[in-house]
């Protein structure tokens, strides 16, 4: 059973007790009060020591924390020479995420006031609280959705129906694999995530953080274009991908359109239709030979 008991306490236990940890920070959403924290929520821990050799040397201090399940790094041979980095999921389910470096790196970010996220500093054994505090940055701008140059609106509309090509081609070939990775590696997320972050973009005047990979996109997007996304995607019949290239050539178009209008961009509709024609086609042949 993956296990809920809060970790900070024994993160704190764990570097009280170390005279060699000097600074022990928890950051990221565990740190952040407007952060959605749940049972999977990782710990991601800043540790400052005066000598990184000991955590270099192998992985027997991860044991203070119990069984470990798995990590990545998978071995402390390929850890990096100026901290120690692995992220460790135990066999209780609960993840830490560690990033051990010397506390000399934590006085020179003090020094030149380099910005932080949210923290909560849980073992302080230097008096650098307040300082590690000052440094926090709240502000999210930089992970906000940027207005595309008329350039890139254009280079994006025709990767989109190029690319769309490939997925024709090859669930003609029965090559599924290799359909299924253009449909929903390249089309998906290359190519309809940007432009689904483009409208909300245009939606709150680029305020929108989509999160990594879209991750926040589905609570942010209108019931009814999330709606349209989910139907973009397939599962393992050879039909049902058909529909779903089709589908998705729809959403692109009619987001991609919708925020042309918004931008002053002329979104290239004589292409959309003649490369639908040409995918229609391509279902056609599959089919023919289908039926023998």
């Known amino acids: 059973m993956i296990s809920d008991r809060d970790m900070a306490e024994e993160l704190a236990k764990w570097g009280r007790d170390d005279e060699n940890i000097r600074v022990v920070n928890l950051y990221s959403s565990r740190a952040n009060p407007h952060a959605k924290v749940d049972l999977l929520s990782d710990y991601d821990v800043e540790v400052f020591v005066n000598d990184l050799e000991p955590f270099k040397r192998g992985e027997a201090w991860l044991d203070y924390f119990g069984e470990v399940m798995v990590r990545e790094p998978y071995s402390s041979s390929v850890w990096e020479d100026d901290h120690v980095g692995p992220m460790v999921m135990f066999s209780d389910g609960r993840r830490i995420d560690f990033n051990i470096r010397v506390l000399v790196e934590l006085k020179d970010e003090i ?118 996304v989910e139907s973009t995607f397939a599962g393992p019949s050879i039909e049902d991908n058909w529909r779903a290239m089709f589908r998705t050539g729809e959403v692109f178009g009619r987001i991609a359109s919708r925020v042309g209008d918004a931008l002053g961009y002329v979104y290239p509709i004589r292409v959309e239709e003649q490369v639908t024609e040409y995918l229609k086609e391509v279902q056609r042949l599959a089919q023919r030979r289908e039926r023998g």
């Open 111 to 228: 020094k030149s006031g380099e910005a932080g996220s949210w923290n909560i500093v849980l073992v302080d054994k230097e008096g650098v609280s307040e300082d590690i505090k000052s440094l926090e940055s709240h502000d999210e701008s930089e992970f906000y959705t940027r207005r595309p140059t008329e350039a890139e609106y254009n280079k994006l509309a025709h990767h989109f129906w190029w690319n769309i090509t490939y997925v024709a081609k090859y669930l003609y070939r029965d090559e599924f694999m290799f359909a299924k990775r253009m449909l929903d590696v390249s089309l998906h997320h290359s190519y309809l995530l940007t432009v689904l972050s483009w409208h909300l973009g245009v939606e709150t005047n680029w305020t929108n953080n989509p999160g990594p990979h879209g991750r926040w996109i589905k609570m942010q997007l209108e019931p009814s274009t999330w709606r349209q």
